[in-house]
C-alpha cells in the first residue's frame, strides 16, 4: 500500500524548500541530513511530507518512550490508512542482577514486562512506518529466526489437521481452550489462533483435508471483519 498523508494543511513558509532539500538529498544517496526547527515549527509534518514523496518504509527513532509515543500519535494522524507502529522496551522495571562483595550479597535480576508494549513490539514487525525509542536496539532476535517462525495457509490448499497444530506449537503457541495472545484453540476441524501483535482472531477451517475457509473477527466483539 502507497504512503498517503492525508491533511488539510499544506506545506507553508521554509517548510516546502525544506522538503524539496531533504527528498534531492535522499534521491542522491546522502547518508546524513539534518532538519532543525523550533518548537512547533512543523518538522514532523515536514517529514511526514518526505515520506509520501519516497514512498519506502521508514523507521523513526526516538531518545525516549514518551517522544515515541507522541510521535507514532502524530504519524497515524498523517497515515491513517498505513501501518504505524510503535517498538520500545517492554520493561516496565528493570533490575539487572548484582553482586555486592562487601557484604558477599547477589542480587537476582528482577523484571516487569508489560503486555501491551509486547504486543505492539510484535506489530512493528509489519508496520511500514515504525516509531521506536532507542531501545529498539536491543530487537526480537534474528530476523532470519524470526521469519522462520511462519506458517503458510491457503484457502483449497491441502492441510493436515495434525501438522497445522504441530507448527503453531513449533511457533511457541500455546494449544488453550481460553484465547488469549500467542495461543490457538482446536474445535473439530475449526483452528482459532490468536498471534501475539493483535487482539484479532483468526479462524481457520478445514473439510475433507483442505482449508475450507479462513477469517478474521474481533475477540472482544465477535464482529467479523473479514475473509482472508
Known sequence: MK???DSKYKPAGDQPQAIEALIYGLEHREK???LMGVTGSGKTFTMANVIEHIQKPTLVIAPNKTLAAQ???EFRTFFP?????YFVSYYDYYQPEAYISSSDTYIEKEVQINEEIDRLRHAATSGLLSRASVSCIYGLGSPDYYREGTAEVIVGAKQNREELMKGMIDMQYQRSDVLARGKF??????????TPSR????????KDGKVARIYEYDFLTGEKLGEL
Not at 484453540?185 to 490468536?194: F, H, K, L, Q, W
Not at 487482539?199 to 478445514?206: A, Y
Open 3 to 5: 504512503f498517503e498523508l
Open 32 to 34: 546524513f541530513q539534518t
Open 71 to 73: 510521535l507514532v500519535q
Open 81 to 85: 490508512k498505513n501501518a504505524v507502529e
Open 185 to 194: 484453540r482446536v474445535t473439530g476441524d475449526t483452528i482459532e489462533v490468536m
Open 199 to 206: 487482539e484479532i482472531v483468526t479462524r481457520i477451517e478445514l
